[in-house]
């Protein structure tokens, strides 16, 4: 029985937070489409160019909201016990809170600097050309100026959740992303608006979310708030180290993206390139999906964690383990037998060349699927239980360390077959490593606890 609730705890959490990742992940994938279809090849290209940013600021902010999230959610465990320390738990909840709003004051201040004074020389430096340039300058200066409503929406996503509250983060996220398509749509179609139209259409799917996050307010039952003090990033160093293997999860995708984008350019020019950004947020939506399995888990995880119960914790690894090798499956196996109508969507000048490369990678890059998920499921269970090292250790060797010298090698070796396949063998290997550091690491995450208790 108490399996049963364990198990339906965490597919509630697990199956929200997915809905929400995948209609979070759809700023891009709606943007890619209708670029496609809007504007052609270049401003395929522009967009594929100019996602990295958009990766930087998306995974800043779910780096402090995760990180501030775990914090806040294992103190509130400990709170719930009852007696004189609820008091002193229930001012450190809001420390934490108020420390990771102020951080993330902090990055949106240089994000709006560098859309005001640089998005020219970052679009140069993502290696846009010609017309191409223009567009991608477009998009960086719109994205880095709503970069306030991104990272703030994280924030709040991750402490609703973790304030009990999984529908409305969902459902913030998912408000979001369909005003995002439908003003997709009406600015890129019927006024015209180009590749502004779709990346103001994605800045405002932030404040959308915003605004359905603010009925938790209402609800009477916030367990967090912002507060004043000295102390006000007394808790920076534990939020930042728990939070950066979601951050890298997210500006690993964007550091791909521009080694892919340039060893492309090289091999095929701008239409590889084009062929590319189809394919690079396809995996945007699947690795939302991974992200949302455990961002799902989290909540359950940390709470199972600060009360001590091994046993809980051991049994929800194992269901999101299981979970994201079943949707694993699923995901490639549609890959496989639909690639062609898949770029087809994408392909409105019906580009034979463009068609070939993108169904080709298609069936070569999403081989690295289920490493992929294990890994972003392990490095999220590790910072869940307040383990940030090896979480940090696998996040940054499948983000930098591992990928990064696999691409440029399998290129060399093999070419664009060779680009294609970096991705799972770079995936393949840190799985290895996880499961190493799982087998050691297992029973110290609780010795640590049990000493800090």
């Known amino acids: 029985m108490k399996n049963r609730a364990l198990r339906n705890e965490f597919l509630h959490y697990v199956i929200l937070n997915v809905c929400g990742m995948i209609g979070l992940s759809c700023y891009i994938l709606a943007d890619t489409f209708f670029v496609a279809n809007g504007l052609g090849a270049d401003g395929l290209t522009a967009l594929n160019l100019a996602i990295p940013v958009y990766s930087f600021v998306h995974g800043s902010g779910l780096m402090l909201g995760m990180g501030g999230a775990i914090r806040y959610s294992v103190l509130k465990s400990h709170g719930e016990d009852g007696g004189s320390a609820n008091r002193q738990e229930g001012a450190q909840t809001d420390l934490v809170f108020t420390n990771t709003v102020c951080l993330a004051a902090l990055i949106a201040l240089i994000c709006l600097a560098a859309g005001l004074l640089l998005p020219g020389q970052l679009a140069s430096a993502l290696g846009a050309r010609g017309a191409v340039h223009g567009m991608t300058t477009i998009y960086l200066r719109v994205i880095l100026l709503f970069s306030p409503a991104f ?64 009925g938790h307010w209402f609800s009477g039952k916030v367990g967090f708030h912002l507060v004043r003090g000295r102390k006000m990033f007394k808790y920076t160093i534990n939020i930042v180290s728990l939070g950066i293997p979601s951050l890298v999860t997210e500006v690993a995708s964007g550091i791909v993206m521009i080694v892919f984008n340039f060893l492309i350019l090289n091999l095929n020019g701008n239409t590889g390139v084009a062929a590319y950004g189809i394919i690079a947020n ?49 995901v490639y196996l549609a890959f496989l037998l639909w690639a062609d109508p898949i770029t087809g969507a994408f392909n409105r000048e019906g580009d034979p060349v463009l068609a070939q490369i993108a169904t080709a990678g298609l069936r070569l890059y999403f081989i690295a699927i289920p490493f992929a998920g294990g890994n ?40 664009l077959t060779g680009v294609w396949l970096s991705w799972p063998l770079a995936e393949g290997l840190v799985a290895v490593m996880g499961a190493a550091l799982y087998a050691g690491k297992r029973v110290a995450a609780f010795d640590k606890r049990d000493s800090v208790g």
Do not use: H, W
């Open 151 to 214: 990272l703030l929406n994280d924030v709040l996503i991750c402490f609703v959740r973790n304030d009990g509250n999984p529908r409305l983060s969902m459902a913030a996220m998912l408000a979001g992303s369909m005003a995002n398509i439908v003003m997709d749509y009406i600015f890129i179609f019927p006024l015209g608006m180009g590749i502004f139209g779709a990346v103001l259409a994605t800045g405002f799917a932030p404040v959308i979310g915003m605004c359905v996050l603010s």
């Open 282 to 330: 396809l995996s945007l939506v699947v690795t939302a999906i991974y992200t949302g399995i455990a961002q799902g888990m989290q909540p359950v995880l940390s709470r199972s964690y600060g009360y001590g119960n091994r046993k809980e914790v051991k049994q929800v690894l194992r269901y999101a383990m299981s979970v994201m090798l079943l949707i694993s499956a699923a």
């Open 376 to 415: 972003i499921v392990l490095a999220a269970y590790f910072t869940s239980i307040e383990r940030a090292l090896p979480a940090q250790v696998i996040s940054l060797s499948r983000g930098f360390f591992v990928i990064l010298p696999a691409a440029g090698l399998m290129a060399y070796a093999f070419g």
